[in-house]
């Protein structure tokens, strides 16, 4: 979450030349000059210089960047101004013919589809392709037994002639046992891989459609962040207990002194950011009808858009910790960010697109007729994968 961004500089008498930043919408003169210092809000006017106060929190944009990369205001609008050209005759169309300006440009965020050499490098699932090829080999080699028949000389001194041949199975019967159980053990293994697998708890999670999705990301931003601590206070006590061992058949009892923690208060806390403001800068998020499926992953974080934020942050937290820090032997500090509405996985499925393919059912037929792998390489190429962060 942004915080209480403030941007001052110097504003010089001019002449009445004024440049404008489209960006920012802030005003320049050609002999304005970045502040040195940040100086108190509603300053007020001394001799002929004037000190403005601008809260750009409201206007979406970081003036410190123009400050680090050109040197004076009027050449950062000037650098801007042919950037702005297009956006500025588009504005003019539209008012001439009554229609309303294009909305200002929003960062979008979409979902990407991964290739087979992408899909291999996320997931592979080596564990369940070598259960199959070795399932497969064992299968293989119980047919060879079976169905496979060989030459074999017999050799008899008691019959004349002392040498024949017969036609026979190359396994013998004890021997035909060991691939079976082999067969059987690795069966079991790869039954307990596809349980465990990623893919399987992937499609039987909840799912949502694209406008679910879309309606719960809008409630995550339009929630009110609320960053807490939690302090618990705790000392530990020496204890003893008895405890009773044997040794060769007899029973010795021991007395043992073991330590107990001993939690003797805790309280919470949020930061109150009325002073610095709160504004939501998350991307737009767009996502795909084509794609059949689509794994999103959120996260959520908060950032200060200055030293003034950063620092009304640090001090309510080292005076909450404060009042704790002396009330026992030790103090454990825990923070976080809450979010209403908030998700760390969502998979999201596109009706019409042949859903029902991924579905548990067809999930463990495939698994059965050992197409498991196979499947999980085709869900991965045709699942588009997006990290979003909320903040």
Known sequence: MRQGITFMWHKQQSDGLVLKHHSTGLTFS????????PQPVCCPPVDQSVRLD??????????STLRNRYPTPAAAAAAAADDDDDDSATVRECEQAGRSPPPP?????????????????????????ALTLLICGCLGAV?????????KVIINFSLYPITRTRQMSPCEDGY?????????????????????????????????EAAQVLERVRLMKEAQPVVWWKAVCYHYVRRKRQVTRYR?????????VYYERVNSHA???????????????????????????TKIRFSKGFAFANVEAAAEFEEQRARFFGEY???????EMREGLDVAHFRDEQLTVAPGVGASLYSPTVFWVCSLLLLSWPLRLLLQCRTAYLHYQVG
């Open 325 to 331: 820090e002396r009330v026992d032997d030790y103090l």
């Open 54 to 63: 601008v809260c750009v929190c409201e206007r979406h944009t970081r003036v």
């Open 105 to 129: 440009f929003v960062l979008q965020q979409r979902p990407e589809q991964q290739g087979v050499l992408c899909a291999l490098q996320r997931d592979a699932s080596w564990k369940c392709l």
């Open 267 to 293: 309280a919470g806390a949020c930061f109150s950011y009325s002073y610095c403001g709160v504004r939501d800068i998350s991307r737009e998020l767009k996502l795909d009808a084509d794609c059949p499926l």
């Open 143 to 151: 047919t060879w037994c079976r169905l496979a028949e060989v030459t």
């Open 176 to 208: 035909l046992y060991v691939p079976v159980a082999f067969l059987a053990l690795l069966y079991l293994v790869y039954l307990v891989e596809c349980w465990h697998c990623t893919a399987r708890l992937d499609l039987q999670g909840p799912r949502a």
């Open 248 to 256: 060769h058949g007899d029973a010795f009892t021991s007395t043992q």
């Open 30 to 37: 050609p002999g304005d000059v970045w502040a040195d210092e």
